[in-house]
């Protein structure tokens, strides 16, 4: 399908509600088939929607329709790697990090969108629109990062001292043996059509959703398909090797655009004390904590995440 004429399946008209919302297109970027999809008009200003790891476009189930019904166009994007996107493997130089997601999505809004917008992310997609923010500020209105992950933020803030070219090309070396002797060609199966893959989508939530089959075919369907293992694997070895400037610690100490950062005040995997690293490295961040919520607060708390982003965006007169 054309990048710039998406179809709602079967000639419907689009769900704003569900997984499978909006109209559906792929749009190809440098090699890669990026599935993207769309609700609401064109002649509105633009809102993309970026999710976290794991999961793709479709986890903005609960959200798509009520951001149209408030006037915007509301686009979602999986990201490389992700949803129903490439699953690319390991590239000598094509690294699969929150950089190349941030080219990703800056490349979506001049040729799908067509200007700038307000990016939505969750999770990693947090990262990923701050990062987009900073290295690509006149396409970027605002961020909301909810919340907003990174090994960083735990580690010291301070930038690490500079290693010598021998012990750097030693650590890199390590990591990527590491991670390429690593089984995933079990570990990916066992998990994606097991128990434990319910385990492990509970965990990033505070109310029970072990049953929801909606939200376990989000997050197994990209699991399962050929290309997962790979995929992992190239992300693994990406984000373990990033340079520092790439860090959230690196990118909130530079300029960047308005952010909200939402939290769910019992995020088990992110908890809300990383909120406030994130507040000491940047004075100007606006921060909401959803109390009664874990690590995705636009799905398991729509309302309040609503309540909480939509006035902040009309406030700023991002729209």
Not at 235 to 255: D, E, F, H, K, W
Not at 259 to 287: F, I, N
Request: aromatic share 6%.
């Amino acid at each position: 399908m054309s990048s710039a004429d998406p179809q709602p399946a079967s000639g419907e008209i689009p769900s704003p509600e569900g997984a499978d919302w909006g109209e559906h297109a792929v749009w190809h970027w440098i090699g890669h088939g990026c599935h993207w999809r769309r609700l609401g008009n064109t002649d509105r200003p633009a809102v993309v929607l970026l999710h976290g790891f794991g999961a793709g476009s479709g986890h903005w189930r609960r959200n798509a329709g009520a951001l149209a019904a408030a006037g915007w166009c509301v686009y979602g994007l999986d990201l490389i790697g992700f949803g129903a996107s490439s699953q690319p493997g390991t590239h000598p130089h094509q690294a699969l990090d929150n950089r190349l997601w941030a080219r990703q999505v800056r490349a979506f809004l001049g040729e799908v969108v067509g200007g700038p917008a307000v990016l939505v992310g969750h999770s990693l997609g947090g990262l990923v629109a701050l990062t987009c923010s900073v290295f690509f500020p006149t396409w970027v209105r605002a961020v909301v990062a909810a919340p907003l992950p990174d090994p960083s933020l735990l580690m010291a803030q301070r930038r690490p001292p500079r290693r010598r070219p021998w012990r750097r090309r030693l650590k890199r070396g390590g990591i990527r043996l590491l991670l390429r002797l690593l089984p995933l060609e079990l570990l990916v199966p066992l998990l994606a059509h097991s128990p434990l893959l319910d385990l492990g989508i509970q965990s990033a939530y505070r109310h029970p959703v072990i049953g929801d089959q909606e939200l376990r075919r989000v997050i197994a369907r990209p699991a399962r398909r050929p290309g997962a293992v790979r995929a992992l694997r190239a992300m693994s070895i990406g984000m373990a090797l990033r340079p520092y400037r790439a860090t959230a610690v690196s990118l909130l100490q530079r300029p960047g655009r308005p952010t909200l950062l939402v939290w769910g005040g019992q995020d088990r995997l992110v908890p809300v004390e990383v909120a406030r690293q994130c507040l000491g490295l940047r004075s100007d961040l606006v921060l909401h904590v959803i109390a009664r919520c874990g690590h995705c607060p636009h799905d398991e708390t729509p309302a309040a995440f609503h309540d909480a982003v939509l006035p902040w965006l009309e406030r700023l007169g991002a729209g």
